[in-house]
């Protein structure tokens, strides 16, 4: 672990794994079709495995890393699928080993001129380097519940969000991507959820916990209030999306 690691996610691990959102399939189709060889891919903060699991369908190894351990211990399994505890920054891998290096909602942590000297140490020539993030989630279709939501996010834990959470929201526009990008599509994110999800999804946030830490109580239940009077009843669903942008790159 570096000494630069902010752990916000270790005490959370379990829920984390369980309420965070899939990304669809069509991003790592999207993926794989960059690469010109598909034997082995590095997974760089998997966090709970998400990506890693759906990358282990298109490559021959994946090799996923996380600086948290806890995290590692709860993370989606496949046979194809070596978990180790690493930073970003030095991933233990071999040079030139790799055909595709990834990130999924972690660039924001990172030391950025240390890991992109890392990906660029493991990959093979031509090997691909692809990060993403994705938007806070809205519901389209739902206005009241959108509304309901977002209030619970910016006001209720507007002050303990830290400060790399902004990097999310402008989709990495201001963190530095100094390559030759590939032109990548524009993803969503698309569940169908209640308020037994939306809770589970908050309660899975470092700000949530920061919160309950700083104040001494839970937070979830007054959005659940919040979003079972903008619904109307306990049991509807709605539309979610997230918003997914890619940086990618070629070296």
């Known amino acids: 672990m570096s000494a630069g690691f902010k752990d916000h996610f270790s005490g959370s691990a379990g829920t984390y794994a369980e309420a965070r959102p899939d990304y669809p399939d069509i991003l790592f189709e999207w993926l794989a079709a960059q690469c010109r060889a598909h034997d082995r891919v590095w997974d760089c903060a998997t966090g709970n495995g998400q990506a890693a699991v759906a990358l282990a369908r298109h490559f021959g190894q994946v090799v996923a890393t996380d600086a948290s351990a806890k995290q590692i211990e709860a993370a989606k399994q496949a046979p194809n699928i070596s978990y180790r505890v690493a930073p970003a920054e030095a991933s233990g891998l071999e040079d030139a080993c790799c055909d595709l290096v990834t990130v999924a909602q972690a660039l924001h942590w990172f030391d950025l001129d240390a890991f992109y000297r890392e990906a660029r140490r493991v990959l093979k020539p031509g090997g691909v380097l692809a990060v993403w993030t994705y938007a806070p989630l809205h519901a389209p279709e739902d206005p009241a519940v959108d509304e309901a939501f ?27 991507f100094p390559f030759e990008r590939i032109t990548a599509p524009k993803l969503v994110i698309e569940r169908h959820w209640g308020t037994r999800e939306l809770a589970a999804y908050a309660a899975s946030w470092s700000s949530t916990a920061a919160f309950r830490k700083s104040e001494g109580h ?34």
Not at 164 to 169: A, F, L, M, N, P
Not at 232 to 248: M, N, Q, S, V, Y
């Open 150 to 176: 977002r209030h619970f996010q910016d006001v209720t834990l507007g002050p303990w969000w830290p400060m790399e959470h902004d990097h999310c929201r402008n989709g990495y526009a201001d963190l530095d």
């Open 218 to 251: 839970d937070p979830i239940p007054e959005l659940v209030t919040a979003l079972e009077a903008a619904w109307g009843e306990p049991e509807k669903r709605c539309r979610i999306l997230w918003d997914i942008t890619i940086h990618a790159t070629r070296l």
